[in-house]
T-cell receptor, first 116, second 112 residues
Framework: GAVVSQHPSWVICKSGTSVKIECRSL??????MFWYRQFPKQSLMLMAT?????????EQGVEKDKFLINHASLTLSTLTVTSAHPEDSSFYIC????????????FGSGTRLTVV | KQEVTQIPAALSVPEGENLVLNCSFT??????LQWFRQDPGKGLTSLLL?????REQTSGRLNASLDKSSGRSTLYIAASQPGDSATYLC???????????FGKGMKLTVNP
């Protein structure tokens, strides 16, 4: 099936710095990428939807200036957490529709962000 | 607004048992439902995808059923093994979009 490669798998950063998370579709073109965050023992919450070549669409309550999403090519979408704070510590996961295999979705392996 | 519920939140069973995991959703106008597995600190692995026109899907020891009218899906795991220990999540699309709405998941522990 389709594979989405997500990096880094974990990152620790200081408050006030920015962190970039990358998701690459390895064997297919991902025109759409969904970005989720997951708090401990909680479900995945959709943050935003990125579409190649256009601006991302953010869910209600998600600060677009804090979570910058770029989808400049059909195989790469990035999420940058700017001026990170401890409350941004979470598990971030990307996902792309796996249109080659019906209407399912394939997920990246996730990024554990810890802001100290 | 679509809401997805999974009960119970956790289950611990001895190896070899047959299991039924439940998922319910409030808006029955879905075009598919997907079951995922998540290991600790990892991403999601797709287990089964059921289209709205299907009643069930099978993959190895896993069988998922879908009853749209009642807003329910079940994931059946036969002859459970310790390697099945993980969190299982179900998800459905929000409205007519590609956005997924997830349940909170069910943490399964299979004891040897």
């Amino acid at each position: 099936g389709a594979v989405v490669s997500q990096h880094p798998s974990w990152v620790i950063c200081k408050s006030g710095t920015s962190v970039k998370i990358e998701c690459r579709s390895l064997d297919f073109q991902a025109t759409t990428m969904f970005w989720y965050r997951q708090f401990p023992k909680q479900s995945l919450m959709l943050m935003a939807t990125s579409n190649e070549g256009s601006k991302a669409t953010y869910e209600q309550g998600v600060e677009k200036d804090k979570f910058l999403i770029n989808h400049a090519s059909l195989t790469l979408s990035t999420l940058t957490v700017t001026s990170a704070h401890p409350e941004d510590s979470s598990f971030y996961i990307c996902s792309a529709p796996d249109r080659a295999h019906g209407d399912g979705y394939t997920f990246g392996s996730g990024t554990r962000l810890t802001v100290v | 607004k679509q809401e997805v519920t999974q009960i119970p939140a956790a289950l611990s069973v001895p190896e070899g048992e047959n299991l039924v995991l439940n998922c319910s959703f409030t808006d029955s106008a879905i075009y598919n439902l997907q079951w995922f597995r998540q290991d600790p600190g990892k991403g999601l692995t797709s287990l089964l995808l059921i289209q709205s026109s299907q009643r069930e899907q099978t993959s190895g020891r896993l069988n998922a059923s879908l009853d749209k009218s009642s807003g329910r899906s079940t994931l059946y795991i036969a002859a459970s093994q310790p390697g099945d220990s993980a969190t299982y999540l179900c998800a459905v699309p929000q409205g007519g979009s590609e956005k997924l709405v997830f349940g909170k998941g069910m943490k399964l522990t299979v004891n040897p």
